[in-house]
């Protein structure tokens, strides 16, 4: 019995095609979306749009303006006309991100470098400068050593006769290497970067959102399967089932089984894609991930039939299913990183299963977390799913037209 | 064990159900045998659709009992597997093909996988649904689909058949296609309870029919036998007029005994003599002005029976 229930959406979803293409082929290619867009926005992949002028029109600003403009952390644009003016106007239309004019020679004493941003855009100003300073490190590294010299004149005293030799000899030097490609002391800093866990570029978000996808497709399409549920109340079948033997049992669990064989294989459609695309280290893991992805499509399948069930009219379904959907997405991080959401938002997204998926598969794909930890997530995710089952087949077992 | 043939199949005795504070069946007895075809009849409200969930074990009476097969269909699902439904509605899955339906269906009424197919081929034959065995349901005519409805509901053998309204919005000729299955149904043995508004082909169709009126069952019988009771010798004579009727034309058409069929598009009265008072009353029309486009002189039917009935209980 529960096999036919299975076989009867099974073949629903075979001859509805765009139901097809939207639980199978969509899901991956919102995940591409996804991680294109906000693989940037940890800093992983930003290259900032810079308007550029060089009002100094000096050798040092000329070579300054080449480096960046070289640059492939930067899109530096030279600005026509070249003026502090046009710069402000390409920032405010927001055809550039930030601005930079070198309105003296970067060698000489004072700030010759003016930045110009967007407050809406507070983080552009500091990478600018950070990018700026990078750039004149590798390429003009005679110009920051001679502008530190003079910075810490005052304190040294006059320079002999020796020491100003030697230093123009040390500019020589670090303009040379600059110019064959060397790296420069300047480069050098007190601070050594160590990448977590050996990761690859953007790993940690495009687990994120390979989770993030992974549990707002379940669930999107999981609420639409289990309208079906309303659709059979309405048309007679509910009663004729009911009139026989068996009553509504096996057919809630055949449905329940579908969802979550159709969960699973969604999620296996956008991690193969992320493996495949990102390298995200599935195989490795393979088994916590098995697990994991069960839990998802149980609760997926679970809640959206405990929760369809209680409705009396398809039009209260959708709608329940569009709030569903949207708002426990959009709290539970299938739209918007958690991190980037204030500590209470943060904490009232623990509610939703989003939460919990997302952190589950980070746990197990980019945290390497054990069985110990993931347990948690797993247990809230399967009773989440094992209560709406069971709404569902005590509700169904009494539903009226 | 082979069930007795003589012993009902369906014993419903003094059934009472309310919802809230509103009763809606008011000791309701129904008995049916094998082989019997009974037209459950009665307006909207009357408790029918109470009474099909009662005898489809989905509620529970709060008085009195129902016996399927010898047993409670509320508290022994078992037995409801001597119970085929035929909804009002078309009940199958509109994608699915005509075979697939009847193949979903009898492994929910609880068949083995050994068991489908045969079952398949049999509801298919006996519904003459066989030669579009592989076309989805939604692109069968009504009649087709009215058909495929009825054999989903026999593919477990019931021994007792419910077909809620089984011909409602099909032509005349799906009609008689769907009344043949009915019929061939309970030649096979099967008790078949229809529920219906056609009173024509509850007429045609039932061994028996049964009126229920808030609640109450208010006459029960062999169609021919209550309409003798009932109208005696006497004959319906139906007068279409002119469709301009003015208020003082239809006070004389009252005048003349005349009323208002329930479609509003004739005139009828019951007489003793009927073609006699035919002829008088084409003359008396005639001489009052009225164009009269046909006058018919029949046998009353089960709906001049409904008309009666409830005009007695407005007026009780």
Redesign the interface.
Known sequence: ?T???F??MA??LW??RGALVMAFFLPPLVFLIFSAVFSGTTGENIKLRIAVADVAHTETSRRLMAAMQADPNLRAEAVTPQTLEEVRRQVKSSEADAGLVIRADPGAEGSPIVILADPSRAVAAPLVQARTQQVMAKAMPDILLGRTVRDIGPALGDLTADQTANLKEAEKEARDDAAQGKPTDAESSMFVRDDVVGAKKGGGTIVYYAGAVTVLFALFSAMHGALTLIDER????A?????????MG??VTGKFLFLALQAVVQASAIFATASIVYGTPLLPHIGLWCVTTAAAAICSGGLALGLVSVCRTRDQAQMLSTFVILVLAAIGGSMVPRFLMPPWLQAVGWVTPHAWVIDAYQGVLWRDEGINTLYKAWLVLGLTGAIGLMVAQITTRYARR | MTPDPESPILQVQQAVHAYGGNTVLRGVDLTIRAGEIYALLGPNGAGKTTLIRAICGRLKPSGGQVRLAGGDPHSEPRVRACLGLAPQELALYPHLTVRENLEVFASLSGLRAAEVGPAVDAAMAVTRTADRAHVPVRHLSGGYQRRVNIAAAVLHHPRLLILDEPTVGVDMNAREAVDGVIRDLADQGVAVLLITHDLEQAGGLATRVGFLSEGQKVLEGEPAQLIAEAFGERMEVLVQVGADLTPYDEARLADLGLHRSRSGGAWSCLVEDGYGAAARLDKALKGAGLSVREIRVRQPSLQNLFSLISEDRRAA
Do not use: K
């Open positions: 019995m096999l036919a229930m076989r009867v073949l629903e001859r509805d309405r048309s007679g079948i009663d004729r089932i009911m009139a026989g033997r068996a009553g096996p057919v």
